[in-house]
């Protein structure tokens, strides 16, 4: 008699659980990248540029401010994401074992009741 073969599906929901609806703050989490991107250099830019004529110095405060904004920023945003594909892979690796385990139970069951 053939058997159904099943594919597990990487979801929370094959795990048993319904996935909730992302939180507001996740999703401005996710999306304040590009705006930190933008906002940052140009922020530490001007408060260099503010010292710059503070000072009377070349625009050097100015430079040094808006480079200082963009490193801090992508150093943030590579963080962000790789702290986000963390979990997501332990999240997919739960969902896949917890899977795996209920398809070779599965199994295990059909086995026993072919043998007898």
Excluded: C
Aim: hydrophobic share 45%; proline share 6%.
């Amino acid at each position: 008699m053939p058997t159904a073969k099943v594919t597990p599906k990487l979801s929370l929901r094959s795990a048993g659980g319904v996935a909730p609806p992302p939180r507001l703050s996740e999703q401005i989490d996710r999306g304040h990248g590009g705006y930190l991107l933008a906002i940052a250099p140009a922020l530490f830019g001007l408060v260099g540029w503010w010292l710059d004529s503070l000072l009377g110095w070349a625009p050097v405060l100015t430079i040094l401010g808006a480079t200082y904004g963009l490193v801090g920023a992508l150093v943030k945003v590579i963080m962000s994401y790789r702290a986000e594909m963390a979990l997501q892979g332990d999240a997919r690796r739960t969902v896949r074992n917890t899977a795996e385990g209920s398809h070779r139970a599965a199994a295990a069951v059909e086995s026993d009741q072919a043998a007898t």
